[in-house]
Every structure is written in C-alpha cells, then in structure tokens.
C-alpha cells in the first residue's frame, strides 16, 4: 500500500498565503463587521497577557466598545471569541 502524495505548493499558491496571512480579515457577529489586523500586525502587548478577555481588547482596539455597546452577555462572548480568536490566526480559543 503506498501513501498519498501530499502535493507541493506552486510557487503562487506559497505568495498567495503570503499575501493572505499578511492582510487585515474581516468577519461578522450578530450583524456587525468587525476588522481583524494580520497576525503580524497584532499589537505587541499580546506577548504579556495571560487573560482572554484583555487578549480580545487588544485585538479588537477600539472596536472593544462597539462590541460592548451591543448588549453582548457572557454567552455572547464565548461566541465571539472564537471568532476574533479565529480570525487572528490563533484558530480557536481555547474555551
């Protein structure tokens, strides 16, 4: 039985995730979009945080208020969370 190839990548499939993991993403959450920096553009204070929630404001900047001004509750947040984490690059978190 032979293992499957895994197949290489081109060299424009290797700039085009170059250029994806060096862009800004965008996602939704209850009908709101929220901007996401590229993981290389996050501020530098995540390196000191242990807490998720002070990871999250720093990520999210001054979008923190507009998410707060939602009404968001606990159980939002948990949600949420996941998909700041995820569009940070940090795939989930954690919870």
Do not use: C
Request: glycine share 8%; proline share 4%; charged share 25%.
């Amino acid at each position: 039985m032979t293992a499957a190839k895994t197949p290489r990548k081109t060299t424009a499939s290797k700039k085009a995730e170059a250029v994806a993991e060096d862009q800004a993403t965008v996602f939704e959450h209850n009908g709101i979009e929220y901007t996401i920096p590229a993981p290389l553009d996050l501020p530098v204070g995540l390196l000191e945080v242990d807490d998720e929630v002070e990871a999250i404001k720093l990520i999210l900047g001054v979008q923190w208020e507009a998410y707060k001004a939602t009404g968001a509750t606990i159980r939002d947040f948990q949600a949420f969370a996941e998909k700041v984490s995820e569009a940070a690059g940090f795939g989930d978190s954690g919870n």
